[in-house]
């Protein structure tokens, strides 16, 4: 089957194409012909006005499978994937049992040959991410699992820290941490500051994750290795960040894409499906988020997609879990930020950025390369109803409500969705 994408902007800058209108024919999972000339196809899919980019790629992927699947499996997770413009996800490790031994391993991958969105699963670092005892990462390694985190929880013991970025240097593995100081965040709600005094929620300094990425760098520093840091959130962690790049330290960072966009405030109603870890901030770190985003200090932009099932977020505040869904909805926010930060810039940050990060091939758009690519509409207004929810949760502040920017297709591995 023929397909043509026609009148597209190609967002690529390793294509020749790379800011041009072309039309682009894809057929057998390849890109058979790119140019301005009409050609004709058994499928047509009107794109003027739509950016054709590689696949988009998100590090860190909440997935409960196995043992959390009533939250999110890997079925639905890739559905939901693919409906938000993503070929390739990031598996997090939190997981019953963790992604501890090459059986969780491997049971993850198995499906990847038959699946449009790949899944890589990330290693534990530690066993039942407790941060207690190390895993077998070379065995985890050499099994499939592209990097090693604890996933939502941090890496909290230091000495565990430590050793984990010297053992990972034996195969210049990567380590992901969530920086955070789970004493200081110790049963903390929301973000520390004057919305919560008036809410009268237990708050989470931002030097919880201050902290934590200090003593992260300095670790760094005396150990060598490579380290990423995950969903960060405050401005003076990012001023760390930006200070040890200066250094020429190994380090990379990534924020979800909502950080840099919603505000403590909007907590005001109590609406759970807000209550994130890290938390919604002040308006000044969202400033700084962009500021990180335009300079390049954030690497990486990520959904911070963590479904929940329906009794653990409708609950008072502070009994409710944390996360947000957002595969499906983080178009959108792609087309917030095109208002503070170039296009091309963000796309970056979600295709080529990533997957050079976790050394993967990054895609091609040009003549005879397989297709790995993602259209989206930065424009389009539409309305995430439960019936257009991939996701086996609904914990979205978006769900009912109207957003702009939508993928509309994607093209993997041979196989193809475009959206209805």
Request: net charge negative; glycine share 6%; proline share 4%.
């Amino acid at each position: 089957m023929k397909i043509l994408i026609q009148s597209a902007t190609i967002s690529d800058p390793n294509s020749s194409h790379h800011q041009k209108k072309r039309n682009v024919l894809i057929q057998n999972g390849r890109i058979i012909d790119i140019g301005t000339k009409k050609v004709t196809a058994d499928k047509v899919i009107e794109a003027d006005g739509m950016i054709l980019s590689t696949g988009w790629l998100d590090l860190g992927t909440f997935i409960g499978d196995p043992g959390l699947e009533y939250k999110e499996d890997l079925e639905s997770a890739s559905a939901a994937a693919a409906a938000g413009g993503f070929t390739e996800i990031v598996m997090l490790p939190n997981t019953v049992p963790s992604v501890q031994s090459k059986n969780e391993v491997n049971y993850i991958t198995k499906g990847n040959d038959k699946r449009l969105v790949q899944i890589y699963p990330i290693g534990a670092v530690t066993l039942k991410n407790a941060g207690e005892e190390l895993t077998e990462m070379i065995d985890l390694n050499a099994s499939g699992a592209i990097a090693f985190s604890d996933g939502l929880k941090p890496v909290w013991n230091t000495d565990i820290l430590l050793k984990s970025l010297q053992y990972l240097q034996k195969f210049d593995g990567l380590l992901i941490n969530h920086p955070e100081d789970i004493w200081l965040n110790m049963f903390g709600q929301m973000n520390e500051g004057k919305n919560s005094t008036i809410l009268g929620l237990k708050g989470m300094p931002k030097i919880a994750e201050d902290v934590a990425v200090s003593r992260d760098v300095e670790l760094l520093s005396y150990s060598g290795g490579r380290l990423h840091f995950a969903r960060l959130s405050s401005a003076k962690a990012l001023d760390i960040v930006r200070a040890a790049k200066k250094k020429k330290l190994n380090l990379t960072c990534d924020i979800a894409a909502y950080q840099a966009l919603l505000d403590d405030s909007l907590l005001d109603d109590f609406d759970t499906n807000y209550k994130v870890n890290p938390p919604l901030r002040e308006k000044a770190d969202l400033d700084a988020m962009i500021a990180g985003l335009k300079d390049g200090t954030i690497d990486i932009l990520t959904s911070g997609h963590l479904p929940q099932d329906t009794e653990s977020k409708v609950l008072e505040f502070d009994h409710a879990d944390f996360g947000m869904i957002n595969l499906q909805t983080f178009a959108s926010q792609l087309a917030k930020l095109s208002f503070h930060v170039d296009m091309d810039d963000l796309l970056e940050k979600v295709t080529s950025a990533p997957r050079k990060l976790l050394k993967l091939p990054v895609p091609l758009i040009e003549k005879d390369e397989s297709a790995n690519l993602t259209l989206f509409d930065p424009t389009e207004k539409w309305v995430f109803t439960e019936e257009a929810n991939y996701s086996k949760s609904k914990n979205s502040p978006w769900l009912g409500k109207e957003i702009v920017g939508k993928a509309k297709a994607v093209f993997n591995n041979s196989k193809y969705w475009i959206d209805a």
